[in-house]
């Protein structure tokens, strides 16, 4: 495989389950994110590991907890979310160590979350 | 605050017309610039870049887009719109010093036959 890959496509899941998001990078680059994109608002950046040391957490609610186990990886464990979570999750990776704005960033086709 | 604005959120082009599709930036230094594409259950993919140098860049699927200064601008155009060009169309900017892009809210173009 290459690129960006996210599994699941599309989960669905109650209030008071325990899932993960999972998210794996072909590329061999050295930072990976994670990204929420609700219907009708720009992306909103929640994570961001840089060499599997996490550079930034954008005041996420710690119902959403990231996990990078190596350069290649990278996991969104759930647990207790409300209905308002409910969006597109985006993992991305880029070559470039964080540091610079002028990271390209190549994404995954996202992971569809329905909260009930 | 950085920010990047794009005015339209839909827009409709008849198949074969030329598109424009509207991004302006608020930074302390001139950013890096970025448009991608979001095709219906697809992540983004990137159509262009700006860094430096020449102001009009050409990206993939003949798009291109022009950085002007003075209007804090950086619009993309297609001179031929073809109906797989449907789809979600994100700008985004970076600073130097700063590790993350900021996206704007989105446009979402539909083509018509």
């Known amino acids: 495989e290459t690129g960006v890959t996210q599994t699941p496509r599309h989960l669905v899941m109650g209030m008071t389950n325990k899932k993960s998001l999972k998210c794996e990078q072909h590329?061999?680059?050295?930072?990976m994110y994670w990204y929420k994109q609700s219907a009708k608002k720009p992306l909103e950046l929640m994570f961001v590991y840089s060499l599997e040391e996490r550079v930034e957490n954008n005041s996420v609610p710690s119902r959403f907890s990231p996990e990078c186990p190596n350069s290649s990886h990278l996991f969104l464990h759930l647990h207790t979310l409300q209905p308002e979570d409910s969006a597109l999750y985006l993992c991305?990776?880029?070559?470039?160590?964080?540091?610079?704005?002028?990271?390209?960033?190549?994404f995954g086709a996202g992971s569809r979350l329905t909260v009930l | 605050a950085q920010s990047v604005t794009q005015p339209d959120i839909h827009i409709t082009v008849s198949e074969g017309a030329s598109l424009e599709l509207r991004c302006n930036y608020s930074y302390g230094a001139t950013p890096y610039l970025f448009w991608y594409v979001q095709s219906p259950g697809q992540g983004l993919q990137l159509l262009l870049k700006y860094f430096s140098g020449d102001t009009l860049v050409q990206g993939i699927k003949g798009f291109e887009a022009e950085f002007k200064r003075s209007q804090s601008s950086f619009n993309l155009r297609k001179p031929s719109v073809h109906w797989s060009d449907a789809a979600e169309y994100c700008c985004a900017a970076g600073a130097s010093d700063a590790g993350k892009s900021t996206f704007g809210d989105g446009t979402t173009l539909t083509v018509k036959p």
């Open positions: 590329l061999g680059h050295n930072a």
């Open positions: 991305a990776s880029s070559q470039a160590a964080i540091g610079s704005g002028a990271n390209v960033l190549t």
